[in-house]
Structures are given as structure tokens and as C-alpha cells.
């Protein structure tokens, strides 16, 4: 898991919350995400599969792809299809991924890397593995989080921002057990780099075996856990997490995290993704790519991508299948 490493003895440390000032967040559910596959069939895990909306928003959906070692002509992407409505923020650790969208944002992202595509009003895109990966194979592995927009920036311009893995903040917890790559939003009075319409924090953790990771969190956003790698604990009473399964807590001012002492050995840390963010606190409705505030903007969005007003597939393309011509 290669997502940009770090000495944490050299950085910034995170200060403990104080048990006096910031009550620590309750673990509310653990859930495991089932397996499903996406696009043109790369294996993801649903992570937000049988939680609350309350406990996720301002978030709507989240895959973890992959963790998959490809056989060379194996590795998939997606075809060109529509968004409007919200965010998709992807977020690679391992492998390669090009992006392509009818606005002109584009490009490839790698180990470390995300790129943050505000769907907004709405546009065409296209994800898929670059030709080498294609003839090749190799491992590939990352995150696709969607983040709801409010009422007010549905309709706003789409706009795509390519953030590099070197651009993340580095942080070390407070004992050096863990290194946090804060990618947006704030974390003990440190900024990330990703720009949002609705505030939040993304936090990728790397704990160390054995380690705990106490942090600060704003008590006015929701707190989620995804755990991408190893095992451990979560909360005050230590509840059990493992790969592939996700913590919603409840309301307070401080996170605890712990990685196992013992890991499996291809796995030798405990990896999580720390997600929260100031609920928007309003009506949701999701169908297939729109994430809309109500049904007849859900059907507008449909009459307005069928009649091509969502954008048009650039002449200068990637292939979406393995072997079409460039044209």
C-alpha cells in the first residue's frame, strides 16, 4: 500500500483531545460491505451498504475497488456515463487510473493521487486503466466516495480538481504510532488541499501494530471509519473492525482507533479512511448517477442527459474497451 509514506518522527503531530474538553464519539454500528462488481466488472465493496443516511450524510455512496491483482488484458474502467448533483472524489493506492469528462478536466492519478470532479450541473465521464495497465496487469486498488451538494450547488459548473498524492498534508499522531494524509478539509488546525462546497475531512490512517490513534474531530460533523487494510479496534469500548467493514459513531469531540498487535502478514497495518463532514440536512433522492433533492428533478435530469444538454463525449477520447480505436 504504497499511498504516499512518510517518516512520522519528522512531522507535525496531532494533539491528543483532551478527555475533559472533547468527549469521545461512541461507536454507533459496525457494518461489513458486501462485494458487487462496477463499470465494465472491476470488484468493488459497498461500504456504505446498510448504513443510515443520518449517520452518512453529507455522504451518499462509497466503493472501495479492488483490492485486485489484474492477469495481463484484465484490468476494466467504466464506459462514458452522466453525474449531476454531487461529487465524486477517487482516490488511488495502489495501480493506475485515467479520467476523462465532457468539461475538459481530466487526467491520470496513481498511487496517492486524487482527482475531485464536481459534477454539479452535470457532464459526461469516463474512468478506466490505462492501455499499459491493460497489457500488463497489476495490482489496483482505491476508493470512489461521493459527497452530496446542497440545494443551493446542484446546479452549480462542474469543475474537476487533480490533487497529487505530494500535495496531501502529513501528519503523525501523537506518539508517531500512525501517519495521517489529511486529503480535504481540516484536522487539528491543519488544512488539506481538496476544495469543497460542503465542509468536511478525509483522512487516510496509516496505525502501526500495536498503536492507538486518538484525534480531535469537529463535533458538528458525523464521524465514519472505513477500514482498508488489517484489523483492530474502534471507540472507547473497543470495538472489533477488520478490513472491508465501516464504524459510524455517534456525536462528540474526539476518535479513537487501534491496530492489533499481530496483523495478517500482507497486511501489516491497520489502514483507515476517516470521513466527516457537516450534514446537509436535506431530501435525498438517488437514482443510478443523480443525486437530486426531489423525484421530478430526478426525471429532469434523465430528459436532460437522454437530449444531450448533459454534455457531449469529446472527439479526442480514451477508449472505454480494450482494443477500440482511437478515432
Known sequence: MPAITANTLTLPRVVVADPAAAVQRPVRSVTTAPSDFEGEGFPVRRAFAGVSFADLDPFIHMDQMGEVEYAPGEPKG???HPHRGFETVTYI????????DSNGGGGTITDGDTQWMTAGSG???IEKPPEHLVVSGGLFHGIQLWVNLPREHKFHPPRY????GGEA??????????LLRVIAGELDGHQGPGITFTPITMVHATVSQGATLDVPWNP????LAYVLAGQGSVGAGHAPIRKGQLAAFGPGGALTLAANSRQPQAEPNLEVLLLGGQPIREPVVHYGPFVMNTRAEILQAMEDYQAGRLGVVPAERMPHTHGEERP
Request: proline share 3%; net charge negative; glycine share 12%.
Open 93 to 100: 493506492i495502489d495501480g493506475i487510473f485515467d479520467h476523462q
Open 78 to 80: 467504466t464506459p462514458w
Open 123 to 125: 457532464l459526461l465521464h
Open 220 to 223: 458538528g460533523f458525523n464521524a
Open 161 to 164: 480538481q487533480d490533487i497529487r
Open 169 to 178: 498534508k502529513l501528519l503523525a499522531s501523537a506518539d508517531g504510532g500512525a
